[in-house]
């Protein structure tokens, strides 16, 4: 029998005290019910970065490998810092590594992110706001931008998104961070004219599109904080975490049977 393929759970890191742990939770949740083995890895701020990940699983025997990429969009991370992790993974174990599509941004996410909401709002949200860490690629915030509107078709409800950081102009115009989410959300609870008299607007939900926590979203979870006391209902997610099992052990599949979207990286094989 076939020794089922390691599972590389990649994230971009952080400096938050809780973040690798969270990543470490993914992967150990995939390993768990008899799952592949997976071990974590990170681009920055950890010394488990994705070759060091690569060697412990080549020392342990393994030959090949494949990388999930923990990434929404097709940003800077995915298309650059990526594949060049890859490259230094097989260069230095001459292991077979293969990278799947990462979690995106299409309809298992849309479905799960609609669920979560329902969750945090007894079933009534009033609308659905995503905050992201945003790109300076205007393509990727995008991206998002379709994806809260999926979440919200998902729920009926309007669907927006926010991003924390973002190009400078946008920033000049106060279209990204704390603030602006903040003022998202308040125009997102001002009452509808056009609905029935009778039907009262749930709260506004608002979810974190981060997998492990982080200061740019406890940042904007405090600006929130402020909001229910001047009468305006909001409800925050938190960051997604072992949620996303279900989406990494997708992609690692698609990347292992060639039934990745084309031109995906899940269809690329570093060697």
Same mark, same amino acid.
């Given at each position: 029998m076939t020794a089922p393929t390691p599972v590389i759970c990649l994230a971009h890191g952080?400096?938050?005290?809780?973040?690798?742990?969270?990543?470490g939770?993914? =992967?150990?949740?995939?390993?768990?019910?008899?799952?592949?083995?997976? =071990?974590? =890895?990170f681009l920055d701020f950890s010394p488990r970065t994705p070759l060091n990940a690569a060697r412990m699983l080549a020392a342990a025997g393994h030959d090949r490998a494949v990388v999930v990429p923990l990434l929404f969009t097709s940003a800077f991370h995915m298309t650059e810092d990526v594949p060049?992790?890859?490259?230094?993974?097989?260069?230095?174990?001459?292991?077979?590594?293969?990278?799947?599509?990462?979690?995106g941004t299409g309809p298992d996410l849309a479905r799960l992110l609609a669920g979560i909401a329902r969750e945090l709002a007894a079933g009534e949200p009033g609308a659905v706001v995503l905050y992201s860490v945003g790109s300076t690629r205007p393509g990727a915030n995008a991206a998002v931008g379709r994806l809260a509107r999926a979440v919200g078709a998902e729920l009926g409800v309007a669907g927006s998104a926010v991003v924390a950081t973002g190009a400078p102009a946008a920033r000049l115009r106060g279209e990204v961070g704390p603030a602006a989410l903040v003022d998202r959300v308040r125009r997102s609870a001002a009452p509808d004219?056009?609905?029935?008299?009778?039907?009262?607007?749930?709260?506004?939900?608002v979810l974190p599109l981060f997998v492990a926590p982080g200061t740019l979203w406890e940042r904007a979870v405090e600006a929130l904080d402020a909001l229910p006391a001047a009468g305006v209902p909001v409800l925050t997610g938190a960051p997604l975490g072992t949620?996303?099992?279900?989406?990494?052990?997708?992609?690692?599949?698609?990347?292992?049977?060639?039934?990745?979207?084309?031109g995906s990286p899940g269809q690329r094989v570093a060697s």
């Open positions: 952080s400096r938050h005290p809780l973040a690798d742990g969270v990543v939770d993914i =992967a150990r949740g995939l390993t768990a019910a008899g799952g592949p083995p997976a =071990a974590e =890895a060049a992790a890859v490259r230094d993974m097989v260069r230095g174990t001459g292991m077979d590594v293969r990278c799947a599509a990462g979690l004219r056009s609905a029935a008299p009778d039907r009262s607007a749930g709260p506004t939900v949620r996303v099992v279900p989406l990494v052990r997708e992609r690692a599949a698609a990347a292992l049977t060639g039934t990745a979207p084309t």
